[in-house]
């Protein structure tokens, strides 16, 4: 079983930036799709970034531009770059896991983030890490 932990959040003020980790634990994968994800309270948990196990990574609009997800040499960690960061930003992120990088290549084809947890029903996830961005 893979278990995943989120670290890096915290609070900034607008304009600035943080990394976010995702610490993978458990089997080894070679191939994979990861994602990160983020959810305000009351709203649908949407997709921000995808990478699969052959290097590609994929943004959801809101994304594009600001925020880069990276992993090291191995699969884990994985990585959130977030700049430029706004308030609108405050909210829980997430990462998921799952063994098969089709599934980055769907959510590219479905495009807006809002529909990509649709498709990561039976995927691994972490408890999240907060971020809070201040005017």
């Known amino acids: 079983q893979v278990t995943l932990v989120e670290s890096g959040g915290g609070s900034v003020q607008a304009a600035g930036s943080l990394r976010l980790s995702c610490e993978a634990s458990?089997?080894?994968?070679?191939?994979?799709?990861m994602a990160w994800f983020r959810q305000a309270p009351g709203k649908e948990r949407e997709g921000v970034a995808t990478?699969?196990?052959?290097?590609?990574?994929r943004y959801d609009e809101s994304a594009k531009g600001r925020f880069t997800i990276s992993r090291d040499d191995a699969w884990s960690p994985l990585y959130l770059h977030m700049t430029n960061l706004k308030p609108e930003d405050s909210v829980m992120y997430y990462c998921?896991?799952?063994?098969?990088?089709?599934?980055?290549?769907?959510?590219?084809?479905?495009?807006?983030?809002?529909?990509?947890?649709?498709?990561?029903?039976?995927?691994?996830w972490g408890q999240g890490t907060q971020v809070t961005v201040s005017s």
């Open positions: 998921a896991h799952s063994p098969y990088p089709s599934l980055c290549e769907h959510a590219a084809l479905l495009g807006d983030g809002r529909t990509w947890a649709s498709i990561f029903t039976r995927s691994t």
């Open positions: 990478l699969d196990s052959e290097g590609t990574a």
């Open positions: 458990g089997p080894t994968y070679f191939a994979y799709c």
